[in-house]
Every structure is written in structure tokens, then in C-alpha cells.
């Protein structure tokens, strides 16, 4: 039996070499060819997001790529993002928000990676050679959160309805809802809405997944229709509740120790999450950034056994918020109170993950600096009173002289 099975078994292996020579050899690039003329595909993304560019398509004979960007077509200064030889490696974690195009930028694998985009870094994004040649090119919209609207659907709020004027059609287009920001309670899940318009006639070297349609900040749309556009129909934020289960992990370790005396009546005080210990000045203000999370995201926040749900704590739902969360899923304190203290608990995608420990203090000097945002409010609300006070003035004055003006001169 064995000599019997030994022919089929040198078949079998051999037929396994030839599929595993078959994948070796497959060429991705083959399989989209580089269009005859350059073509652009429409992207849109949110202030903060990073996001990555493949470049799909290239020539056999070109070994490395070289990315160029111009802030529109047809302009004469382009910019070259990269060393010309792909070892830029950025991480992404130590990015900061101001940062140079220049300094949140990697290539990998042919793709360039940006990290944290902004409103400045739309425009056109061209894989090619170090000679120039290009061979494939993105239409990037990076649209601003500042105006941010958000439509909470627990109180019957609805999006913005679309917009007609003639043959142009301005609309939202909302992303997939995310994960539940909390299990075992109640949570949040949302979902970002981004300016998209249909307008017959659009260039056709831009192209999206519909015809006509493309984001607001395209390059294919004119100046004058993309300035209207973006300030008439700004991002939206859609916000739901939802309650979803924990998944039970299996207790390892150092923590099935812990269970087990807890068992015996004698539990010891073992923190849910990892818990960081900061110290903060009374009157200043605090910003806190949940580990590993990213604008689309699902990021909630707890102050102790308080749930910060974003229907009372979004950045703009009131103009006189101390607490509030931002669109970057941040947590904001602008001037820090004694009753602040606190363990502030993080989740991410469904999961607590990190607690801040916030205890505050008033010892010690501290010079105050323009970058602090209670040093801009007081220094604001100074020059308010102040232009104020000035304009009560000149109008006092005004009237006095026009009082005595009809007075002494009736006649004139």
C-alpha cells in the first residue's frame, strides 16, 4: 500500500509547488492597467483623519515610486513627498496637530500614508517616477470640522435636508455608524456626514463611484462654487444611543489570582483599566486624549461612575461649556475646579481602555502664557469690554454734540 500511495503523494506535492509558483509570480500591477490619460479619484475625509493612498498602478520596469502633491491642477509649484529613496517612517503617535505636511507623511508599500490631515493638505496627490512620468492620481478633500452641525436622533433631530439650485444638487453623504462607544450601559454610536454635490458637466478626468457626483472641496469644482458650497453646507454629525453586551474574556494571570481571594472574602482593590496619575493647577485648563483612538472612532468618557454622554458634553451644543468633549474625540476642562477631581475613564470601539486620575491643586508659580486658554479668554473679555466701553463713550459724546449742535443753531 505504501509504494501504491507514494506516486500520488509526489503528484500532490507537486501540483501544491505549482500553485504556490503560480501566486509567487502574480504581478498586482498587471491587473489594473495605468490609464492612458491621468485620472483623478475623488477622496473626502474629516480634519485629523489619516488616511492612506495606494498608488494602484505603475510600469513593470519602475522599481520605487516618488509622490508629488499640488495644490491644483496645473500648478507650477509642486511638492515632492519623499527622500527618493522611501525610508520616511513616521509614527503616527507622535504627530502633532500644526505639524508640516512634510513631518506627517510615510511611504509604504508604494502608498503614501498622511497622517492627520488638514484643511491645507487638499488638493492633488500624484504617484510617478523621480523623472516626473506619473502614473496615478488622487482628487483629496479635506473638509473642516470647526462648523461642525450635530443632529441628535434620541430628540428627534434629523440632517440637514438637500439642497437644489437649478441643476445643481448639494447633499450629504454619512459614513457607516460606528461600534458602540460603551458595553453593559448605555452608549453613543455616530456617524460623520461629509458636502458632496451633482452637478452635469464636472470634468471628466475626476472621477467617483457616481457619476456627477464628487465632494465639495474637489478640484473639479470652480473656486467661487466650492467657497459656497463649503460654507453653506459644513460637516454633520449624526448621534444615536445604543446598548450592547460585554464580551467576557477569560481571566489569566495575575487577575484569576485576584478572583480566587476574592473568592475567599478578601478581595483586593484591582483598577479596571490601566490609570494614569495627573496633576493639574486650579483655574487652568486640561485636555486629555484617549489612547490609540482616532477621529472615526467610537471614544466615550466617564467621570467616575458619571456617564459623559455627548448629547449634553459635544463641543457646541452650549456656547458656556467649561466640559466638553471636541470632534477629535478629545476631553476639554477650560478652567479646572476643585470638583474636577477625579479618575477619568476612556473608551474605545466598546472597550474602557485607560483612567486619568485628575487631582487638582493650587500650589505653586505659574506664568501665564498666550498659548493657555484661560490666558486668550480673560485677555478676549478684556478687549470686548474694553471695544465696548469705547463705543458707550463716542455715542455719549455723539449725542451731547448733537444735543448742543440743535440747541445753539436752530435756525441752521
Not at 483629496?140 to 445643481?168: R, W
Not at 449624526?238 to 460585554?246: A, F
Not at 484661560?374 to 485677555?379: C, V
Amino acid at each position: 500500500m505504501g509504494l501504491v500511495h507514494t506516486p500520488l503523494l509526489l503528484l500532490w506535492s507537486w501540483g501544491s509547488l505549482q500553485a504556490f509558483e503560480l501566486v509567487e509570480k502574480e504581478n498586482v500591477f498587471q491587473k489594473v492597467p495605468c490609464p492612458a490619460f491621468l485620472m483623478f479619484d475623488n477622496a473626502a475625509y474629516l480634519t485629523d483623519m489619516s488616511f492612506e493612498l495606494p498608488c494602484h498602478c505603475k510600469p513593470e520596469g519602475v522599481a520605487a515610486v516618488v509622490w508629488y502633491y499640488q495644490e491644483q491642477l496645473g500648478s507650477h509649484h509642486t511638492r515632492v513627498l519623499t527622500d527618493f529613496d522611501g525610508r520616511v517612517v513616521v509614527d503616527s503617535g507622535q504627530v502633532r496637530v500644526g505639524s508640516s505636511m512634510l513631518a506627517r507623511f510615510s511611504i509604504r508599500m508604494f502608498s503614501l500614508l498622511v497622517f492627520r490631515a488638514q484643511p491645507e493638505d487638499s488638493g492633488l496627490y500624484l504617484c510617478g517616477t523621480r523623472y516626473g512620468d506619473y502614473f496615478y492620481g488622487y482628487d483629496v478633500d479635506i473638509q473642516s470640522s470647526k462648523k461642525m452641525v450635530a443632529a441628535f436622533i434620541d430628540l428627534g433631530q434629523k440632517p440637514a435636508v438637500d439642497e437644489e439650485h437649478g441643476n445643481l444638487h448639494i447633499f450629504t453623504t454619512f459614513w457607516e455608524w460606528t461600534h458602540c462607544d460603551r458595553c453593559g450601559v448605555r452608549g453613543e454610536q455616530w456617524r460623520i456626514g461629509l458636502c458632496y454635490l451633482n452637478k452635469p458637466g464636472l470634468p471628466p478626468r475626476f472621477r467617483n463611484s457616481v457619476p456627477d457626483m464628487i465632494s465639495c472641496g474637489s478640484q473639479a469644482v470652480p473656486r467661487k462654487l466650492r467657497n459656497m458650497a463649503g460654507k453653506h453646507r459644513p460637516p454633520e454629525l449624526m448621534i444615536r444611543s445604543c446598548m450592547v453586551p460585554c464580551k467576557k474574556k477569560s481571566q489569566v494571570g495575575l487577575m484569576a489570582i485576584y478572583t480566587f481571594v476574592s473568592k475567599l472574602g478578601s478581595k483586593p482593590w484591582v483598577p479596571k483599566v490601566p490609570i494614569q496619575l495627573h496633576q493639574q493647577k486650579l483655574g487652568h485648563g486640561l485636555i486629555i486624549s484617549c489612547p490609540g483612538a482616532r477621529p472615526e472612532h467610537a471614544v466615550a468618557w466617564d467621570k467616575d461612575q458619571l456617564r459623559l454622554y455627548r448629547t449634553s458634553f459635544l463641543k457646541g451644543v452650549n456656547r458656556s461649556m467649561r466640559i466638553f468633549i471636541d470632534h477629535g474625540n478629545q476631553f476639554h476642562i477650560r478652567f479646572t475646579q476643585l470638583n474636577d477631581r477625579g479618575i477619568y475613564y476612556c473608551w474605545r470601539e466598546g472597550e474602557m481602555v485607560a483612567g486619568f486620575r485628575v487631582a487638582v491643586t493650587s500650589r505653586g508659580r505659574y506664568y501665564a502664557s498666550l498659548s493657555d486658554p484661560e490666558t486668550r479668554y480673560a485677555l478676549q473679555a478684556a478687549l470686548v469690554g474694553y471695544v465696548f466701553l469705547t463705543v458707550v463713550f463716542i455715542l455719549i459724546h455723539l449725542c451731547r454734540c448733537c444735543c448742543y449742535f440743535f440747541t445753539c443753531c436752530p435756525d441752521i
